[in-house]
């Protein structure tokens, strides 16, 4: 079966000559749809880098980026904007919700671009908000809103487009451990519910441990891949 | 796509809504401006042509002494007589010819009085002048000849004497002399200088200069020309006859003045159109100016929006649909402030000609060409941040702070 996401041999360096910085070094990584893998390392390892590669929001300087199966390398920046609108969910670690407005209206945002008809968006963004346990918020501001229920927005505007893959970057960093391990468990949920692909990159090993994958950057190259034990 | 960009556009605008007022703020000035000078210019002009239509087409005005500007003695010149006026209408050119005298007057009706000008003239005057009787007869040959003591008034002095009552056939005094109101005038509304035409008490010239001056002076001679005569031949015939009549030697000057009326109200109507022309410009000036204060606080805007632009590129907006939206945006505002700038110039035009005492004369062209000019200026300086919005990098802008 063709694996979903496929990093071949990627390098990403930034600057020129001297200057010349490697953010990735030859990185080989594959990913079959349904896994919900955890990026980890230091800062300044890639795994950032690699992140913006598989999201579309960034191009490998070498190597090759396959999106099912599909050779990415040459799409120009609206063709890239198609991937992440049709394909891909965006859960940050600062939420990134539009300020001073609604919840529903964050939720319709993907939706708008996708060119849904306004019915179809408030039904579809509706369900969203209710997947996530926000019932009832959908008119609140995000600054009406704690930052756990600011996540499940950012995470029900996610699913609102439809995605293959969910893309978290630290997406528990802004928040305590209660409503992290609540965070954790809805992304789990989604992932073994919905079938939907979730990288995530996080610092703490505690948060990893709810994904099934463990892929360890190290100055630029992947020091580590294993399955992470369920006792965690 | 677009009905939903403009419905983004009037969202944002929305949320902002205090630098959304002062973003449009220069837009509303200068259309309103410009809006506001035309619509006033273009009350005046047709106040202008009105007045041209009331003092008849093709009207000579003569008076004694040589052309003066401005203020200063005239120049010491003999005056004209009745037989002048009696002289220029044997005058083939003239349609009508009116001898005219002025003199300030109380009139007084029972208990209310009116300072006023007396004109002493003839029948002639009516025909010369433009005026309309509303009510009563004009004076008779006979009443001309003697100087009766009977006058026509006009519709300011009829609703200070007399309120709501009928003139005619009352009795009013001028000065001290009692005189019988014969005749009422057709309100004609204020003149080319803001004057009230409609204060006078017409009298016979004889009787003013007999009863009320006591002197034979006529200070001018109207002549109305046949409509077939051309302004430039009528005044040569006419002033061949009074160079004659006043016994002026050849290659010596003219020792009276004859003024073509339509040539003042032309000139008016120039000098009125250059004024609007020149104030127009200088509105439009601002409504570059309210542009670039568009453009200025869009610009501010896409860096104050980073990070909403990066997520709206996340989730799968285009450089072009993020370009549409800050281009739309500008354009709503620009076009929001031409329509509030159209509302107010309209109101202040308004307001100008009621207490200028001029036509209100809105004009749709004026107005459509201010609406488009305002789209025209969103989309011209609304262009260049949204370019910049469009440009950035998703990753820079969702990093931003």
Redo the contacts between chains.
């Keep these: 079966m063709t694996p979903l996401i496929e990093l071949r041999n990627v390098t990403r360096s930034y600057g020129k000559g001297e200057a010349e910085v490697r953010a990735l070094d030859g990185v080989n990584l594959t990913i079959a749809a349904g896994e919900f893998v955890a990026i980890m390392g230091p800062s300044g390892s890639g795994k950032s880098t690699a992140m913006n590669i598989i999201g579309c929001l960034d191009r490998p300087s070498s190597g090759q980026f396959l999106f099912k199966g599909a050779e990415l390398q040459g799409l120009n920046n609206d063709q890239r904007a198609l991937i992440r609108r049709n394909y891909l969910g965006f859960v940050f670690q600062g939420f990134n919700l539009l300020p001073r407005t609604t919840a529903l209206e964050n939720v319709e945002l993907p939706l708008i671009y996708k060119g849904i008809a306004p019915e179809a968006r408030l039904s579809v963004a509706r369900a969203a908000l209710a997947k996530v346990g926000l019932q009832g918020r959908e008119g609140h501001d995000p600054s009406q809103l704690s930052g756990g229920q600011q996540q499940r927005v950012a995470i029900a505007r996610a699913l609102a487009g439809n995605p293959s893959v969910i893309l978290a970057d630290e997406p528990t960093g802004n928040l305590d451990s209660h409503r992290s391990h609540e965070i954790m468990l809805l992304l789990q949920a989604l992932n073994r519910d919905e079938g939907i692909t979730i990288v995530m990159v996080t610092h703490e090993m505690d948060i990893a441990a709810y994904a099934n994958r463990l892929v360890v950057f190290t100055d630029g190259l992947i020091t580590g891949d294993s399955p992470v034990k369920v006792a965690a | 796509?677009l009905w939903?960009t403009v419905r983004?556009a009037f969202?944002a605008i929305i949320?902002n809504k205090l630098r959304s007022f002062l973003t449009v703020l220069g837009v509303v000035i200068g259309v309103a401006a410009v809006i506001a000078m035309v619509t006033v210019g273009q009350g005046s002009s047709a106040q202008v042509s009105a007045n041209v239509a009331s003092l008849g087409t093709n009207v000579l005005v003569l008076r004694p002494g040589r052309q003066t500007m401005g203020p200063g003695p005239r120049e010491d010149a003999p005056q004209f007589t009745l037989r002048d006026a009696e002289a220029l209408s044997d005058l083939t050119v003239a349609a009508a010819v009116a001898p005219t005298t002025t003199t300030a007057a109380t009139v007084v009706f029972g208990g209310a009085n009116r300072s006023t000008q007396i004109t002493g003239s003839t029948a002639g005057y009516l025909a010369a002048s433009n005026w309309q009787l509303a009510k009563g007869r004009s004076f008779s040959e006979a009443e001309e000849r003697g100087g009766a003591a009977v006058c026509i008034i006009g519709e300011t002095v009829r609703q200070s004497l007399f309120g709501a009552g009928d003139p005619v056939g009352q009795a009013i005094r001028v000065k001290s002399v009692s005189c019988t109101v014969i005749g009422l005038f057709s309100p004609k509304g204020a003149g080319s200088f803001g004057q009230d035409q409609d204060d006078i008490v017409l009298m016979p010239i004889r009787a003013v200069q007999k009863r009320l001056e006591g002197k034979d002076d006529v200070e001018r001679i109207t002549v109305a020309l046949k409509k077939s005569v051309t302004a430039e031949r009528g005044t040569r015939d006419i002033q061949n006859l009074m160079r004659d009549r006043r016994r002026i030697g050849i290659g010596k000057d003219d020792d009276f003045s004859v003024t073509n009326m339509a040539e003042i109200a032309s000139m008016l109507t120039s000098i009125n159109s250059v004024l609007t022309g020149l104030l127009s410009s200088v509105a439009a000036v601002s409504l570059l100016v309210g542009g670039i204060g568009i453009m200025n606080i869009m610009l501010v805007s896409v860096t104050e929006r980073t990070?909403?632009i990066?997520?709206?590129?996340?989730?799968?907006?285009?450089?072009?649909?993020v370009l549409t939206q800050f281009l739309v945006e500008a354009v709503v505002l620009s076009v929001l402030g031409g329509v509030i700038g159209i509302a107010l110039g309209l109101a202040l035009a308004y307001g100008a000609s009621q207490f200028m005492t001029i036509p209100f004369a809105p004009q749709v062209s004026v107005v459509a060409l201010a609406f488009c000019f305002s789209a025209f200026i969103g989309v011209v300086f609304g262009f260049f941040p949204a370019r910049r919005a469009a440009k950035l990098d998703?990753?820079d802008a969702?990093r931003h702070q």
């Design positions: 796509m939903e983004l969202r949320r990070r909403e990066g997520i709206r590129l996340a989730v799968g907006a285009t450089s072009g649909q998703p990753i969702l």
